[in-house]
């Protein structure tokens, strides 16, 4: 059916609509409307066959479109399905379609069309509507005659395919089309589509027939897992003061959203997008909006508002109340929230093993949805709906190990293995107990098997989890300090006395506690003076205190602090029971602990203490019960009672007893306990009730005269070995056995004597962070072994931490200057030494060429200085070579059409080395690059870059390094070469051609006047700049020899050598010189030529083809002529240079004669060979399109200058296609050009060299560079082929080919070698070098270096194949420290022990391999150690208590006692363990019976047991290795020390019958010097006896009692003492004297005084506030009030004058409704397993209020425990038949055939029950 037809058809029936099936094209065109590019199915039974596959472009007959007969109709009736159409639509879901053909003439059963979806994108905001799109397509078409805007009617619950419209702006409603186009959705709600008229099902994954459905998180086919269900309540309370509230808020991506507000009020919305944008939108109409990238659907109504989004939203919402009216509104929301941080399984973790079979995990990490983040875990765990996925493993690495490794390592593989994760052991103790500690603990990864045992793994496998901090700070709080109180007064009323104040140690919480330092702590006792006179002499020493201060400081003494051991703690004690005679006083004794961590204290109970608990009765008097309370001194006592007979015959002094020995063993003693006894009752009372003068004297008696039993004994800790970071201190402990206290006799014992556990005689000290200080490693090896060399080490900023390890921080933490790190070594003198220059370029690139250098002899002065010599100062070492060959690769001549370079070749350029010489002025010159050229100034010069295999329109040009464009003077050409217009002295320079990554270049020099080159304007400025010199050429005197500087000094190595633009310089200049050339000849060789041609008709055709232009040399020979003249002697060179440059000129004249001559001898031939020729350049190019400069012989004839060009031809060699490298045959016959490689067998090696060129080219062979010379076995053929019979070792070599004619010339190379296994060139000495800090040696010998050497073993190894190297140490793999390079040698950097073994190195090839091998050993030189740890405790081992001293190298003097004994040390070390031998005076020390020296561990300890005169003198230990030796040293001096009793010390009293005077005792050295007493603490001690002195009456003098308590706390009140007059007689005797005989004494101190006289003050307090929320009780409240201090008159005061009263309560408990609350718990859910471990149950638990029985917050019910919602249930052991997994890896068991086992079969049950 054509198209004109079927637009007929649709104008016809226009109220149905037909579509045809034979559009062409996509869109279907309507009176104008336009559809989109879709089109509709059509089914099979619609229409013919053969209109079907017309229609459809499917021809019956073509089975190209068919597939393979469908496997499903396997009987015959059906074709094969053919394939998919386009699709229906191009977005939001369409539909294609497939057919297939009946084969039989009945018909088949099933349909011939079949449908699937497509285009499931979603389409672009534009595209519109589809079913809209279809109505719209009828606008232009008349209804009943009148035009209608048609609009899509939706969800048709009849016929949801029709295509039904709605006219706009009438209720009119036409189907306009029985059928939509296939793809239209049926509903608006679901993605179910039409398809040929019928309502076809489409699931979420948009299948036909697909039954998937999103769940309420949106994913498709989903569990629901990925979101959660938030529904709620919200009640409105309107408040005056607030317009709005938040209801809550709904994050982004939550579906399903409906909330719903009941109520006079109104909702609005706030908005945040993910990019940060808000938005605020007040709903106040019915309708839809798009609100934040999201449908919002909005209904008001009264008294309601409803809201409705699917989803899922695009940026979060915070849905918000307004206040309208005074009730209350109620807002109910529902919501599905998606779980942002869900896990993400990862992938596998690298495998545990390399090669031999291990295994690898996955694990799981928590991502942000919104950010796309990976976050911490416990944003996963925040949902419970989130399941942790199991981590998956496999096995990995299954590879079999190589062979060569020597061993296969297995890891263990553990099916049951959990993920790896961080442990760590406890934290440590706080390394300070206050004011700011650290705590530390060691991480590791670890894994556990399947029994739980933890074992440690690498740390990658943890690294996707956070480690644990290993450091946390602790006891921050401030540390307990010492506080002092007030002095009390001075204990004497005139003169000197003493005074007492009260010391406590105040903790941070402001409580007396312990851990105060004793030794910071204040003294408490001080003397005092009264300045009131006495009327006697002023005492000498102070008088001591009375009994209240006595007692008290007494009390202050015995104070117990708590300390972090169990202690008893006694309180003070309580006051007296009676206030006047004899009564009790009482105390609590408490066993506690301070806790280092919390800095509390602590009650323990008493069996934790150890030790005798104290007193906590006591017996008490206060004095006569007279009526008044007096307090007396003790010292008053006996005086006071004197009288008092009944007094005094009640109470006396009695023994009883003895007290404890004060010693277990070795004699100790018992003192007799005198207590003062009431004489009737015989009990003991208060000691003051007795006369003081009448107590028994003291009575001793010594007990436990045993000897004690072995014990350990140990000195002083010695200081820290490190001021921070964690040191040691250490000390001695012996086993000693005291047998008798009195004269400390006592003895050593082995440690085995001592029963008890041996103390520790090392522990760690200063265990805090040292500040960041400078750390620097080992100066590496000096730069140059002479010749002032440079020492290098890295220094870094490191603090030590308190662990002891080291960490890295930032240098401007380090705030000492930086360590050196540069610095001289090695300054003396180099040795001479031949000093060779870079080898020049090669002479040619390709065939056989030369290299050439230049040699000086020089030698590196002490400061870095290299000083020339002359030649002969060298002439006793060997010369390097001047001379060698170069280019082997063979040429490819560029005239050859059928020569195709490989592919795999880069850019070459064919460069020449030559030096060109201008002779005359010519318009224009053209060169190629590789050579330099001398030209005269005014000459176009062009400059060719003959490359292959690049294209020349990509080749780049530099001048001096710098990138070179077109200027008006010089031009770079497409075609790859440079035009110079017109040389100018800017011109000069160096030209660089750059063809990729290839380069040559060309130099470019300007001939001046007077023979002078001219130099270039920028060298110009730099040496007048830098050097000072002018601006002028260089003569040629100084420039013919490049040893020399511009100002003729000698010149360093860099100017003498590498100026390669200068080097033929002063050969050329001295070559003009003598040559006789100046400008006048030159200006009249220019003014010959008639007339200027145009610069560009040089570039002609039609030029000449030969014009003569420049002398061409050779740099070979102007190499040699360099090299012959820096061999010379200073003073011979400039006359020998004249010589043989005069010489190189008569060569230049021979073949260059005069005008006239040379037209009568033009027809000789010169017969010249030399490498100088005279030249004439043309333009000659090739079949490659390469321009050449070529040279023609000067002598040759005129005819062969005008011979036509075909008849001339270079000599070329052909090369022809590439033969086998290695032959198997007897006769090997080759083409030259190719690596020949022979066998053993060979016995003939036939060279051909066919060549071509007019002349014939005359055919010579080289070898290596020499001319080969014929022999009995070496011969050239007829054909000019080079035969060589039974070729062998001295045949090897490189034989070139040179085809010559007068023309030019051509080689080709070829390099012959003879194939073999390998050979490795080994040593057959065994090398011993302990100087050297870098040792170089063959493979195969005994090695024997220092350590920390820099050792390098070469591996020399010849073969043909080549051989491939490596290297084993003892038949395993290298050291981390081992480097190997590309020429098979390995070296060790800082060689250590572990670098010692047996290296091998293994080289093989194709024909075989072979091994060499290298015993390496290491060894340290004897050297002094600083490390004296080990030495300390082979010091402790002897049990002896000798002094000990050290051996140093440049000596150590001491003085020792004579009778004392002496460990000596000698401390060194190195490897190996060196010998060590003493010496006395020179002479070696014998040990043995008898000999009053011993020599123990290991020759280290030199032991003198008695120390005599005969053992002065010096000693020395020298120790000694393989590797040197070393020598320490000791000087002794004896000394005889001895004590002498001096004179006496002062009286101890000035009067009574106290006073004693003792000697004065002095320690002696030789009875002459007085030293130190610690030198004669070994020396028995002189026996001291005391005498008395200043025995005499003591002056009359007041005493005073101490002050009575105030009888008022406030108000004032009197306090009295006693004051009476006193003396002292010289018996002892207290007297009380009249107060006339202390009238001398001052006046009569007073007796009363006021106290107290504050004013008194109370309590006042508030009224009680409200009762407030904060529950304490069912219906209880808390109220406040507040408290404070005031004077009667009305004045606040401080609270502590206050605190002698109670102070009223300011909190009190109320009753509140609020608080009439109450936990209320829900019914436990049922139990989640009915046996096993794992059941549990839950419930709900809320505080609810009891009266409006609703929840409130939980902070009401705190006051009581909250019950618990969750418990464990129905833990019993199931039964038998219950078959089950109890373990997450039991899908890896069976997936691994695990099940077999029984172990696994019994924890995975369930999974391996059908196996």
């Known amino acids: 059916m054509s198209g004109s037809l079927c637009k007929t058809i649709v104008l016809i029936f226009f109220r149905f609509l037909f579509i045809c099936s034979a559009i062409k094209a996509l869109a279907v065109l309507v009176e104008g409307a336009e559809f989109l590019p879709e089109f509709t199915l059509i089914r099979r039974e619609s229409y013919p066959e053969e209109s079907l596959g017309d229609s459809l472009n499917h021809k019956s007959d073509d089975q190209s479109s068919r597939t393979s007969r469908s496997e499903e109709n396997g009987d015959s009736q059906w074709d094969a399905w053919g394939p998919w159409s386009e699709c229906s639509r191009t977005c939001a879901g369409g539909a294609s379609y497939s057919l297939r053909r009946c084969l039989s003439s009945w018909n088949c059963e099933g349909l011939n069309i079949r449908y699937r979806t497509c285009s499931s994108v979603d389409c672009p905001p534009e595209a519109g509507d589809f079913r809209a799109q279809q109505c719209s397509a009828h606008n232009d078409v008349k209804y009943q005659g009148q035009y209608y805007e048609w609009l899509p009617l939706y969800n048709d619950p009849d016929k949801p395919c029709a295509l039904k419209c709605l006219a706009k702006g009438t209720a009119l409603v036409v189907e306009l089309a029985p059928k939509v186009l296939d793809g239209t ?188 983040r990976v976050v911490l875990d416990q944003y996963c765990h925040y949902y419970p709906e989130n399941i942790k996925p199991k981590p998956k493993l496999q096995e990995c690495g299954m590879d079999p190990c190589p062979a060569s490794d020597g061993y296969k390592q297995i890891i263990p593989f553990d099916h049951f293995h959990p993920l790896p994760r961080w442990d760590s052991s406890p934290w440590t103790a706080c390394s300070s107990s206050c004011g700011g500690g650290a705590q530390l603990r060691t991480v590791s990864c670890v894994e556990e098997d399947i029994n739980g045992r933890a074992s440690s793994v690498e740390e990658w496998k943890c690294m996707y989890i956070q480690k644990f901090p290993v450091v946390q700070p602790c006891n921050l709080f401030d540390c307990p300090k010492w506080l002092a109180q007030e002095w009390s007064p001075c204990t004497v009323t005139c003169g000197q006395g003493l005074r007492y104040r009260v010391v406590l140690c105040i903790d941070h919480r402001g409580l007396h506690a312990g851990g105060c330092n004793a030794k910071t702590k204040p003294h408490i006792k001080e003397e005092c003076i009264v300045t009131i006179p006495c009327y006697k002499p002023k005492e000498k020493l102070p008088v001591e205190a009375k009994l209240p201060w006595y007692k008290q400081a007494q009390e202050l003494e015995e104070l117990l602090t708590v300390s972090e051991e169990p202690s008893f703690i006694p309180q003070p004690w309580s006051p007296c029971s009676e206030t006047c005679g004899a009564g009790k006083q009482s105390r609590k004794v408490k066993c506690q602990v301070l806790l280092s961590f919390s800095q509390s204290v602590e009650d323990l109970p008493d069996d934790e203490c150890e030790g005798t608990k104290p007193l906590t009765e006591r017996a008490c008097y206060t004095g ?337 390094g710098k990138h070179l464009s077109s ?136 030029m000449e083809s030969i014009i003569p232009l420049t002398y061409v040399i050779d740099q070979v020979r102007l190499d040699e002529i360099r090299r012959a003249i820096s061999q010379q002697t200073d003073d011979l060179k400039d006359v020998y240079a004249t010589q043989i440059i005069g010489q190189l000129v008569a060569e230049i004249s021979k073949g260059q004669p005069d005008t006239n001559k040379s037209k009568q001898k033009h027809g000789e031939r010169n017969s010249d060979t030399s490498s100088v020729k005279p030249s004439f350049h043309k333009i000659a190019t090739n079949d490659h399109g390469v321009s050449k400069l070529s040279s023609v012989d000067w002598s040759s004839s005129k005819e062969s200058i005008h011979t036509s060009k075909e008849l ?92 010559t004619n007068p023309i030019g010339l051509d080689s080709l190379s070829t390099k012959v070698a003879i194939t073999g296994k390998p050979v490795i060139r080994v040593s057959n000495h065994d090398l011993v070098n302990f100087n050297s800090t870098s040792v170089r040696v063959n493979v195969g010998s005994v090695v024997k270096a220092r350590l920390r050497a820099n050792i390098t073993i070469t591996c020399q190894v010849n073969g043909v194949p080549e051989p491939t190297v490596s290297w084993t140490k003892d038949q395993g793999s290298l050291d981390g420290n081992v480097l190997l390079f590309q020429n098979g040698s390995l070296s060790m950097i800082n060689a250590t022990l572990a670098n010692q073994g047996l290296y091998s190195c293994h080289a093989s090839n194709t024909l075989g391999q072979v091994m060499a091998t290298t015993n390496l050993l290491l060894h340290d030189p004897p050297r002094a150690s600083l490390e004296l740890k080990n030495l300390l405790q082979q010091f402790a ?134 030293v130190d007493k610690s030198h004669c603490k070994s020396k028995p001690q002189p026996d001291i006896r005391a005498v008395a002195c200043n025995v005499r009456d003591c002056p009359p003098r007041w005493t005073v009692s101490s002050w009575s308590p105030c009888p008022q706390y406030c108000g004032g009140g009197t306090q009295r003492r006693l004051v009476s007059c006193q003396k002292v007689t010289a018996a002892g005797i207290l007297l009380d004297l009249s107060p006339g005989f202390c009238a001398q004494s001052g006046k009569k101190p007073v007796d009363s005084q006021t106290c107290n006289r504050q004013p008194c003050s109370e309590w006042f307090t508030s009224n009680w506030g409200q009762c407030t929320s904060q529950c304490v009780g069912l219906r209880l409240g808390m109220q406040h009030r507040h408290v404070f201090c005031q004077s009667q008159n009305g004045t606040k005061l401080p609270s502590r004058q206050c605190s002698s009263n109670t102070r009223p309560l300011s909190r009190q408990n109320c009753t509140s409704d609020l608080c009439t609350v109450q936990w209320r718990s829900s019914s436990w859910t049922s139990c989640t397993s009915s046996c096993g471990n794992y059941g549990f149950q839950s419930r709900r638990v809320e505080c609810v209020h009891l009266q409006t029985n609703q929840q409130v917050r939980e902070q009401f019910c705190s006051w009581k425990q909250r019950p618990v919602n969750w418990q464990r249930c129905n833990i019993i052991p199931c039964e038998k038949s219950e078959c089950r997994d109890t373990t997450r890896y039991c899908e890896m068991v069976k997936r691994l055939n695990l099940c077999l086992l029984s172990q696994y079969k019994l924890r995975c049950c369930e999974s391996c029950r059908d196996i």
């Open 185 to 372: 959705r049926c509903y608006t709600e679901t993605l179910h589509m039409c398809i040929s008229g019928n309502c076809q099902v489409v699931g979420c994954d948009h299948k036909l027939g697909s039954n998937a459905k999103e769940d309420n998180c949106g994913v498709c086919s989903g569990n629901g897992s990925t979101c959660r269900l938030v529904r709620g309540q919200h009640k409105s309370q309107g408040s005056s003061n607030k317009l709005d509230n938040t209801v809550i808020a709904v994050p982004y991506g939550s579906r399903h959203v409906r909330i719903v507000l009941k109520g006079q009020d109104h909702l609005y919305l706030e908005t945040k997008t993910l990019s940060g944008q808000r938005g605020e939108n007040s709903l106040s109409s019915t309708g839809i909006f798009s609100i934040g990238n999201t449908s919002i659907e909005f209904q008001k109504l009264p008294e309601k508002e409803i809201l409705r989004a699917d989803g899922p939203l695009g940026a979060d919402f915070t849905v918000k109340i307004q206040y309208v009216g005074s009730a209350d509104s109620i807002v109910q929301f529902f919501f599905y929230q998606p779980i942002i941080h869900q896990w993400r399984e990862t992938d596998f973790f690298p495998c545990s093993v390399t090669c031999g079979g291990g295994y690898q995990l996955t694990s799981a990490e928590c991502y942000d949805l919104r950010s796309g």
């Open 624 to 960: 006569p019960c007279s009526g008044e309370t007096v307090e007396y001194d003790l010292e008053e006592a006996d005086l006071l009672y004197t009288n008092l007979k009944d007094f005094d015959e009640l109470y006396d002094w009695d023994y009883e007893g003895f007290t404890e020995c004060s010693e277990l063993c070795a004699g100790g003693v018992q003192e007799a306990i005198a207590v003062c006894l009431n004489k009737q009752t015989r009990e003991k009372v208060d000691e003051s009730l007795c006369t003081i003068h009448r107590r028994h004297p003291q009575l001793l008696k010594v007990c436990n005269l045993g000897p004690c039993p072995p014990r350990w004994e140990f000195g002083k800790w010695s200081a820290c070995s490190s001021s921070c970071g964690l040191g040691l201190q250490t000390r001695d402990i012996f086993c000693v056995h005291l047998l008798s206290r009195e004269s400390d006799e006592t003895a050593i014992l082995g440690d085995k004597n001592c029963p008890q556990a041996k103390p520790d005689n090392v522990q760690a000290c200063n265990k805090f962070n040292c500040p960041p200080d400078w750390h620097s490693e080992e100066w590496q090896q000096c730069s140059q072994s002479c010749g002032g060399g440079v020492q290098i080490r890295r220094a870094f900023c490191k603090q030590r931490m308190a662990d002891g390890s080291f960490v890295a921080v930032a240098e401007e933490l380090c705030l000492t200057p930086k360590l050196d790190v540069h610095r001289v070594c090695e300054d003396i003198d180099c040795p001479t030494e031949w000093l060779a220059s870079e080898w020049s370029q090669c002479s040619a690139t390709c065939g056989e060429a030369t290299q050439g250098r230049d040699v000086i002899c020089r030698k590196m002065s002490r400061d870095g200085v290299p000083v020339t010599l002359n030649n002969s100062d060298c002439s006793h070492l060997p010369r390097p070579l001047l001379l060698r060959s170069c280019s082997f690769l063979p040429c490819t001549r560029m005239n050859r059409k059928e020569f195709k370079p490989p592919h795999h070749q880069g850019p070459h350029i064919l460069g020449l080395r030559k030096v060109y010489v201008q002779l005359k002025k010519e318009r224009k010159l053209q060169f190629a690059t590789g050579g330099q050229a001398y030209l005269l100034p005014k000459t176009s010069v062009v400059i060719r870059c003959p490359v292959r295999r690049f294209r020349k329109s990509m080749i780049t040009w530099e001048k001096d």
């Open 967 to 1102: 200027s008006p003077h010089v031009t770079v050409t497409h075609l790859g070469y440079i035009k110079i217009n017109h040389l100018k002295p800017v011109n000069i320079g160096t030209y660089t051609c750059v063809a990729g990554v290839v380069r040559d270049n060309f130099v470019i020099k300007i001939i001046g006047n007077n023979n002078k080159l001219i130099e270039s304007p920028s060298s110009i400025q730099e040496a007048g700049i830098g050097n000072g010199i002018s601006n002028e050429a260089l003569s040629p005197k100084d420039k013919y020899l490049p040893g020399l500087k511009k100002n003729g000094s000698k010149a360093d190595k860099n100017q003498f050598f590498l100026n390669c633009q200068s080097q033929y310089d002063g050969i050329i200049l001295k070559l003009l010189e003598i040559k006789g050339w100046s400008q006048e000849s030159l200006d009249s060789r220019e003014s010959q030529g008639s007339t200027e041609k145009d610069f560009t008709s040089v570039e002609d055709a039609s």
């Open 1208 to 1299: 001339i031809k270079a000599p070329v060699i052909l090369q022809k296609t590439n033969d086998k490298g290695l032959s198997l045959s007897a006769e090997v016959i080759a083409d030259v050009g190719h690596t020949i490689l022979l066998t053993d067998w060979t016995h003939k090696l036939v060279l051909r060299c066919e060549t071509e060129g007019n002349p014939k080219p005359v055919i010579s062979w080289t070898k290596n560079g020499q001319m080969l010379k014929s022999s009995h076995r070496i011969k050239i053929l007829p054909d000019q082929a080079l035969q060589i019979l039974t070729p062998n070792e001295t045949d090897v070599g490189v034989y070139t080919c040179t085809a």
């Open 1437 to 1570: 081992l002897t049990g002896s208590e000798a002094y000990t001293i050290f051996a140093t190298i440049p000596g150590t003097k001491e003085v020792l006692s004579s009778g004392s004994s002496v460990l000596v040390g000698c401390p060194v070390k190195g490897h190996p363990k060196p010998s060590i031998s003493w010496l006395h005076n020179g002479k070696i020390i014998s040990t043995g019976l008898g000999q009053k020296h011993q020599i123990l561990a290991s020759q280290r300890i030199l032991q003198i047991l008695t120390v005599t005169k005969g053992h002065r003198g010096n000693y020395s230990c020298v120790a000694r290795n393989e590797a040197g030796n070393i020598t320490l040293k000791l000087t002794l001096e004896i000394a005889e020390y001895a004590w002498l009793i001096g004179e006496l010390v002062p009286c101890s009293a000035p009067c009574g019958n106290k006073g004693l005077q003792f000697p004065k005792l002095k320690c002696l050295r030789d009875n002459s010097i007085e």
